[in-house]
T-cell receptor, first 116, second 113 residues
Framework: AQKITQTQPGMFVQEKEAVTLDCTYDTSDPSYGLFWYKQPSSGEMIFLIYQGSYDQQNATEGRYSLNFQKARKSANLVISASQLGDSAMYFCAMRELNFGNEKLTFGTGTRLTIIP | DTGVSQDPRHKITKRGQNVTFRCDPISEHNRLYWYRQTLGQGPEFLTYFQNEAQLEKSRLLSDRFSAERPKGSFSTLEIQRTEQGDSAMYLC???????????FGQGTRLTVV
């Protein structure tokens, strides 16, 4: 069964600093995808970045990068040069990529607050 | 707006009443998902449609819950005889293909009093 663990309930970071949000996962399937979503107070889940289990390089999308360490089963999100608008809940999620499985499993999230 | 749209955004209902939520996915997306999110938790999978076919249902989806996607476009989620434990945010998402990101709507927040 797939499982996601996010151990940081909340984080406070000074504006313009980098921040790392932790995510560990558990699966017995060799083929899987890892996702990060941002959820502002409005409620919408906003897709940030994706990493496939067979991808050789760490994914990057603008100020977001994913520090993927397969042996440790970790997929930490790094946000560089944080901005006030980055304040939100952040969720790590996983999907096992076997045929017919469309379910995303989410962690409990980390609430990030950017301090001016 | 070409994103996923959900209606209503908020619903307050008395225990025992039936409620229905609507989701309009991104137009070319054939995959549609429903998730439920309670306070302090991440979203939990409820059900999944590919076109009009409901292909997967979670054990969270009790007999009081039913979801449809009659023409493979919009979807409805109905909860019969609501209970206080049904109070949550109900999120709809859609995607174009397997192994691609899902795009979420802003959710319907249900409060059962």
């Amino acid at each position: 069964a797939q499982k996601i663990t996010q151990t940081q309930p909340g984080m406070f970071v000074q504006e313009k600093e980098a921040v790392t949000l932790d995510c560990t996962y558990d699966t017995s399937d060799p083929s899987y995808g890892l996702f990060w979503y941002k959820q502002p107070s409005s409620g919408e889940m906003i897709f940030l970045i994706y990493q496939g289990s067979y991808d050789q390089q760490n994914a990057t999308e603008g100020r977001y990068s994913l520090n993927f360490q397969k042996a440790r089963k970790s997929a930490n999100l790094v946000i560089s040069a944080s901005q006030l608008g980055d304040s939100a809940m952040y969720f790590c999620a996983m999907r096992e990529l076997n045929f017919g499985n469309e379910k995303l499993t989410f962690g409990t999230g980390t609430r990030l607050t950017i301090i001016p | 707006d070409t994103g996923v749209s959900q209606d209503p955004r908020h619903k307050i209902t008395k225990r025992g009443q039936n409620v229905t939520f609507r989701c309009d996915p991104i137009s070319e997306h054939n995959r549609l998902y429903w998730y439920r999110q309670t306070l302090g938790q991440g979203p939990e999978f409820l059900t999944y449609f590919q076109n009009e076919a409901q292909l997967e249902k979670s054990r969270l989806l009790s007999d009081r819950f039913s979801a449809e996607r009659p023409k493979g476009s919009f979807s409805t989620l109905e909860i019969q005889r609501t209970e206080q434990g049904d109070s949550a945010m109900y999120l709809c998402a859609s995607s174009l293909r397997m192994n691609t990101e899902a795009f979420f709507g802003q959710g319907t927040r249900l409060t059962v009093v």
